[in-house]
């Protein structure tokens, strides 16, 4: 498995990117287009798309199906990114698929003239295993944007575009409008197009897109969406309409954060569209039972995820000021912490300050460190942000990230009535090592 993960890392990582379909469209070719043996629900956006993968792959589940699940990054082994039937492949299955494309894409290495990326070799053995399987549906997150994303060459008839913020501004578009156009290049001609609230001008792209491939769109807010919810013990309560108007009511999810519950309303719609429920195919409701059931199970690895009490430490994968701002109010409603303290560490293309702004009012101090990749923010440059945002008496500087944490705990630990916490948080990677300090799989 090492071996192969090293041949995986010497290939473009997967910030980088060069905006064509050519190598994975000649990889699909050569293997005989494996993404076409399946039906596929294809998920895009700036934030939500994992946790809304999941919540789908889980409600398939439920109803029966065998399910492929693509997602990423990971939060600590390669292997989750392709999950069947909603675990992560076995080591053995990763390496067995790897070794049987890998003569392939060698030869679409020296037919192209650049190589294929990391990313791109993964998507493809992500293809072949669940071709290989075999699945009766396949749950595809996107990696960046949609239209030149190594995932778009399926053809999915269910596309979902969860919220759209500024991230990668470099390669997508300086505007939510700009980001907008590339991640609807998923809506493929004929299709629906489940979307949530979105800021106007990404909306705009969106429907744009919808008209010019004759696409059906269905609107968060318009034809589904969240009635009701509250709090409760473990995650929420909710009620959510469907794409026939017919009310699902008492769903647990045992997840925290109005995100979240508007990220099942996408789950909800995708299913429903999946199966043609609302539409001239299907009837005007799922099996509330089996809804009830496959909610109920759902997880969400590094997503405001209680990973210690006596304090509490909570794991999350924010990693932008869009994804902070969702994180920050969710911590609010769901936690009553007397003091915060967060240990932060990010990645170098991502706007550090926006993101401590975000973060800035709920947290009493912040540990300041890096994680162990060369992506990370040098932690002096981080920390001199933080002085910015924070005030130099608020700000901790720990290089290691494991010494981050103990100082975080310790600091948490002073609070004389109790009730004081810990956020880890900035990036997946840094969530990923901070669960395995803790002990976690």
Not at 85 to 93: C, M
Not at 252 to 258: K, M, N, S, V
Not at 417 to 436: C, D, H, M, Q, W
Request: aromatic share 6%; charged share 25%.
């Amino acid at each position: 498995m090492r071996e192969i993960e090293t041949a995986l890392s010497t290939r473009w990582p997967e910030n980088k990117i060069e905006p064509s379909l050519d190598r994975m469209r000649a990889l699909m070719d050569i293997l005989g287009q494996p993404q076409r043996a399946y039906p596929a629900i294809h998920i895009t956006g700036t934030n939500g798309k994992t946790s809304t993968a999941r919540m789908i792959e889980q409600l398939l589940n439920t109803f029966e199906l065998r399910t492929g699940r693509y997602t990423s990054p990971h939060v600590e082994s390669v292997t989750e990114r392709i999950s069947l039937d909603g675990a992560p492949i076995s080591v053995e299955k990763f390496i067995e698929t790897y070794r049987d494309i890998e003569p392939y894409v060698q030869m679409v290495d020296q037919q192209q003239p650049i190589a294929m990326s990391f990313f791109e070799v993964l998507t493809g053995m992500a293809y072949a295993a669940f071709a290989d399987a075999p699945v009766d549906v396949a749950v595809v997150e996107v990696g960046m944007g949609g239209t030149w994303d190594a995932t778009n060459v399926i053809d999915a008839a269910v596309s979902v575009i969860t919220p759209i913020g500024l991230d990668h501004t470099d390669r997508l578009g300086n505007t939510t409008g700009e980001i907008g156009a590339q991640k609807a290049g998923i809506i493929k001609t004929g299709g629906l197009a489940v979307v949530s609230q979105q800021p106007l001008d990404a909306a705009e792209s969106i429907l744009r897109r919808a008209v010019e491939v004759d696409a059906t769109v269905a609107r968060e807010g318009m034809e589904f969406g969240v009635i009701r919810r509250e709090v409760a013990v473990g995650g929420q309560m909710v009620t959510l309409r469907g794409l026939g108007g017919a009310e699902y009511e008492d769903i647990f999810i045992p997840l925290h954060g109005a995100y979240q519950a508007h990220n099942a309303a996408l789950a909800l719609c995708a299913v429903e569209a999946f199966f043609g429920v609302g539409g001239k195919a299907g009837g005007d409701r799922l099996d509330i039972d089996k809804v009830r059931q496959g909610f109920s199970g759902v997880s969400s690895p590094g997503r405001l995820e209680v990973i210690r009490r006596s304090p509490t430490v909570i794991l999350d994968a924010a990693h932008n000021p869009h994804g902070a701002q969702a994180s920050v109010e969710a911590i609010r409603e769901s936690f009553g912490f007397s003091k915060l303290v967060g240990v932060i560490a990010t990645s170098g293309d991502k706007d550090a300050a926006g993101f401590l702004e975000a973060f800035e009012p709920i947290l009493a101090e912040v540990v300041i460190t890096e994680n162990s990749t060369h992506r990370a923010t040098p932690v002096d440059q981080l920390a001199a942000i933080a002085v910015e945002v924070f005030g130099e008496d608020r700000v901790r500087v720990e290089p290691r990230l494991d010494d981050a944490i103990e100082a975080a705990i310790t600091a948490a630990e002073e609070e004389d009535l109790g009730g004081a916490g810990v956020i880890v948080t900035g990036s997946v990677i840094t969530i990923g090592e901070a669960r395995i300090l803790f002990g976690r799989k």
